[in-house]
Nanobody, 127 residues
């Protein structure tokens, strides 16, 4: 069974940091695009960050640019999201996603481009 499992969420005060991890099992995504999305209560799921298969290219939502960093370790089939200077508006369930359609894929911002999703991890930022 193919799974993406997120970890690292939690409760943090505004200005604090968290590091999310997402590990793949059941198959490898080391040659494919990975991404992070989030969904706040009552809102649509939105793009946060994406990373190309080799890690050379990344892209971020304007709302997190300069504060969040996406990275990956292909040997461990894991993608990370380092979140610094967190704000209350970053509160959401964070999902990692993988695109298995395009080998050696580049960055992708659309959720429709991803066909594997994790179960999500809650991030709550208090003011």
């Amino acid at each position: 069974q193919v799974q993406l499992v997120e970890s690292g969420g939690g409760l943090v005060q505004a200005g604090g940091s968290l590091r999310l991890s997402c590990a793949a099992s059941g198959r490898t995504f080391s040659h494919y695009t990975l991404g992070w999305f989030r969904q706040a209560p009552g809102k649509e799921r939105e793009f946060v960050a994406t990373i190309s298969w080799g890690g050379a290219n990344t892209d971020y939502a304007d709302s997190v640019k300069g504060r969040f960093t996406i990275s990956r370790n292909n040997a461990r089939d894991t993608v990370y999201l380092q979140m610094n200077s967190l704000k209350p508006e970053d509160t959401a369930v964070y999902y990692c996603a993988a695109n298995s359609k395009t080998l050696y894929g580049g960055i992708r911002r659309l959720s429709a481009d991803y066909d594997y999703w994790g179960q999500g991890t809650q991030v709550t930022v208090s003011s």
